[in-house]
């Protein structure tokens, strides 16, 4: 084992097929991976099998060069389990398997108001890709997944305070540019 190594230098000889960097860096980052692969998941079990898979997968592909190896992890656990999520919806094969007592539409709910609301939701989405990655992050932890501050606090490994700071920027950047927005909801 190589614990005072960072994860450069133990990517470094990972390079060079060293099986013990691998376990190196799968010790150090195995849990909290885990923990976020869960946050989107739901299934701890499922989590583990995404970063386990994770960890294969860096071995096999051991010649690719990796600059930031802690955030190549995360970005990727994240991305394997968004990919799970997507795969393991449900496709609708047919009229008749979906369940219209769940889908009948309200008077409210006519066409032009559906379409408006997702054009609002895509511009709102479009506007938070514009902010920076850790504050995007720490926002949509909190408003999409749902997370309270301690959880996110130690899903990236940072303190709460950071956490807070960081989200209070990120909705008040969010305000600043929908301030900005004109013709936002609807015209009128």
């Known amino acids: 084992m190589y614990p005072a190594l960072t994860d450069e230098a133990l990517m470094g000889l990972i390079q060079q097929s060293n099986p013990v960097a691998l376990e190196t860096l799968f010790n150090r980052y195995y849990k909290t991976l885990c923990q976020l692969c ?45 990919n799970y999520i997507q795969k393991k919806k449900d496709p609708v094969h047919s009229i008749e398997d979906i369940d ?26 479009n506007l938070i ?37 960081t989200l209070y920027q990120s909705i008040k950047k969010l305000r600043q540019l929908l301030k900005g927005q004109h013709n936002f909801t609807s015209e009128g």
């Open 100 to 125: 219209l007592q769940g889908h009948v539409l309200k008077d409210r709910d006519n066409p032009f108001k559906i379409l408006s609301g997702r054009e609002s939701y895509n511009k709102i989405l």
């Open 38 to 82: 869960t946050v989107y998941t739901k299934d701890y079990t499922v989590a583990e099998e995404i970063t386990a898979n994770l960890f294969i997968k860096l071995w096999d592909n051991r010649g690719t060069a990796i600059l930031n190896v802690k955030s190549y992890l995360f970005v990727a656990a994240k991305n394997l389990s968004l």
């Open 129 to 165: 890709d514009t902010l920076p990655t850790s504050q995007r992050q720490v926002l949509l932890m909190s408003r999409i997944d749902n997370l309270n501050k301690n959880e996110i606090a130690k899903v990236l490994g940072i303190s709460v305070r950071t956490v807070e700071t």
